[in-house]
């Protein structure tokens, strides 16, 4: 399931995030990646324990938490601190998958990544390239949005970032574990609350329809759910 969600950030926090990152140190990006995945990522970060990458993720934890469209598609029980990358020219990220366990530098949790979210801050006409690709069973997704918007899909898909040919794109990047870790019935769930959303747009939540609707979702939710 790829979800894009419009308007994530503001346009007044894509400013905030833009100013602070220019100002930010940055570090080669294959300090965070695997093994396997430090031999294709060629890209930076700013430190994931930096003072400005804990302003700037408190920043996104906020907007995700506000966001309907962010919750009913991750459906997330904890979210990973945001971190931050660019890519400039030359740079890319070849074909990978991420890790199945990821841990919070500053607890040392360890959290599963079902869900990645990606927040791009560069608008796309201020680079070429750096298209985010998504593979799933319907084949290869190129995925480059206006700043402030996000994309969420399965941390379990296998992508990529296309080289930089001009400019340079920035971005907010995290992952969530889902109460719902199956992605298939993430998906079923994600599909009857969008159905209950147009429902109840159109009848009143007393409805019969609107409440049969919701008793179904939250007893699947209910049977699923892993806390």
């Known amino acids: 399931m790829l979800i894009q969600i419009p308007n994530i950030l503001t346009p007044e926090e894509v400013a905030h995030c833009r100013r602070v990152l220019e100002a930010s140190p940055w570090v080669d990006g294959r300090v965070t990646a695997g093994?396997?995945?430090?031999?294709?990522?060629?890209?930076l970060q700013i430190p994931v324990e930096s003072r400005e990458?804990?302003?700037?993720?408190?920043?996104?934890?906020r907007a995700l938490g506000r966001?309907?469209?962010f919750n009913a598609a991750a459906l997330p029980l904890r979210v990973l601190p945001?971190?931050?990358n660019r890519y400039d020219v030359g740079m890319k990220f070849g074909a990978h998958v991420d890790g199945s366990i990821r841990t919070i530098a500053q607890t040392g949790q360890r959290l599963r990544a079902?869900?990645?979210t990606t927040i791009f801050l560069t608008e796309p006409e201020e680079y070429e390239g750096g298209e985010l690709v998504i593979e799933d069973a319907f084949g290869a997704h190129e995925v480059k949005l206006p700043?402030?918007?996000a994309v969420v899909y399965p941390a379990s898909s296998l992508h990529?970032?296309?080289e930089i040919t001009r400019g340079s794109r920035w971005g907010s990047?995290?992952?969530s574990q889902s109460m719902i870790k199956d992605d298939h019935k993430r998906a079923m769930l994600y599909d009857l609350d969008m159905a209950i959303m147009a429902t109840r747009a159109k009848l009143p939540d007393e409805d019969p329809s609107v409440l049969s609707l919701a008793n179904v979702y939250h007893n699947l939710l209910r049977h699923w759910a892993e806390l």
């Open 67 to 69: 966001n309907p469209l």
């Open 114 to 116: 079902d869900v990645s």
């Open 173 to 175: 990047f995290f992952w």
């Open 82 to 84: 945001p971190m931050f």
């Open 147 to 149: 700043a402030g918007h």
């Open 160 to 162: 990529s970032v296309n």
């Open 53 to 61: 990458a804990n302003e700037l993720g408190d920043v996104v934890l």
């Open 35 to 43: 093994q396997q995945a430090a031999k294709a990522k060629f890209n």
